[in-house]
């Protein structure tokens, strides 16, 4: 039974544990400004904070790391008229199908998580069982728009292919088309943004030391400062991609370059080819300080008015629940519920 046609919907979101890096801003909002901008797509926008507290989050922060995303957001281009930009504890419709999908994963899809496996370690028992049911929650987040489409980086692609497998399985149990097979977006060449001292992991807002990542409002000093000291290696940077192989360090920095630029990261070899340290990291600083200035100094402005921010996203919260909570009163039906 066809139970509906999907419009082409996008939806992503971002956790507000932490200040947002140079990962954040390359790997998805980059993309999701393009995206707002295409008239053939919707575009839906969230700060997850409620994927936040899967991990300890002191109150004060997450009020303020919550209002950073959002200003972020903005100033990078999202508009609150355009796209849907909203706080999902404000939609009840998140958790409640959070609940109903985590019924239909299984304890075997969700063992095989790898973000999962990074952040518990060796503490498995101790990590709380949200941080363990997290992917259930986060597939919610994108059928409870029936979202065609989810802009995000790499790290995030196994959520959404998970996602796929709970939406296929609801859809085969119940016998219905109801949840539609969302595609993950990860284009362009900074979708895995590392760690600027140790080129195998991750560039994140939660590393050890901050001088391995950049933050969305660092001043051109600590960007200068962190470029200069990131690692890098003893060699010139080669003319062309193949040169990059076995160099995580040298690939990452020529990558965050194309990021910034919009340029692919060939292009950026065949005008750095045979340049040492010395004279492509100021590049990249200036660069990254000329990309990023006007978005920081545009968020510290936002944020200094906390109660306009904080209207925003009550504003899109109501938009985001009219497209919710008929989707998730289907989706009760569909399973029965008497209500
Ligand atoms: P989060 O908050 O860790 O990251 C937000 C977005 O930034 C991307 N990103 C990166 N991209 C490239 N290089 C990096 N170093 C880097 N670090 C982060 C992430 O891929 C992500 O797109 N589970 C999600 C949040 C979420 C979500 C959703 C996303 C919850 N529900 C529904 C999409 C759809 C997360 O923890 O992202």
Redesign the pocket.
């Known amino acids: 039974m066809i139970d509906q046609t999907f419009p082409q919907r996008v ?5 507000p544990s932490g200040g947002l ?1 140079l ?2 801003y ?3 909002i980059k993309r999701w400004v393009e995206m707002q901008e295409d008239p053939g797509y919707e575009t839906v926008y ?1 700060v ?1 904070d409620m ?1 936040a507290v899967t991990v300890w989050q002191d109150p004060a922060d997450l009020t303020r790391a919550t209002r950073e995303v959002a200003a972020a957001m903005i100033a990078s281009g999202i508009d609150p008229e355009k796209s849907i930009l909203f706080n999902q504890c404000r939609v009840p419709a998140h958790a409640e199908l959070g609940w109903l999908l985590s019924c239909v994963a299984r304890v075997g899809w969700m063992n095989r998580m790898t973000q999962f496996k990074d952040k518990a370690g060796k503490n498995t028992e101790k990590v709380s069982l949200g941080l363990y049911a997290y992917p259930a929650l ?1 597939a919610a ?2 059928l409870a728009y029936h979202a065609t489409h ?1 802009p ?5 692609k196994q ?1 959404v292919e998970l996602t796929r497998d709970i939406a296929s399985k609801f859809n085969h149990d119940y016998g219905v088309e109801f949840f539609p097979m969302t595609e993950p977006v990860i284009e362009g060449p ?5 760690n600027l001292r140790d080129g195998s992991k ?3 807002k939660s590393g050890d030391s901050d001088m391995e990542r950049i933050n969305m409002l660092d001043d051109a000093d600590a960007i200068a400062k962190k470029f200069k000291k990131a690692r890098s290696d003893a060699e010139e940077l080669p003319s062309e991609v193949a040169g990059l192989k076995d160099r995580p360090e040298a690939k990452n920095l020529v990558d965050i370059y194309a990021g910034l630029t919009e340029r692919d990261t060939a292009d950026v070899l065949a005008e750095f080819g045979g340049a040492g340290w010395g004279k492509f990291k100021p590049a990249l600083a200036d660069l990254a300080v000329e990309k990023l200035a006007p978005v920081s100094d545009e968020m510290r402005r936002l944020l200094d008015a906390p109660d306009e921010l904080d209207a925003i996203m009550a504003r899109g919260a109501e938009r985001a629940a009219g497209v919710a909570e008929p989707i998730l009163a289907r989706t009760f039906e569909i399973m029965g519920f008497v209500r």
């Open positions: 939806f992503s979101g971002i956790k890096t990962g954040n390359l790997g998805a969230c997850v994927h986060m987040d994108i989810v995000v980086g790499e790290d995030q959520h900074a979708m895995r943004v590392m991750k560039m994140s």
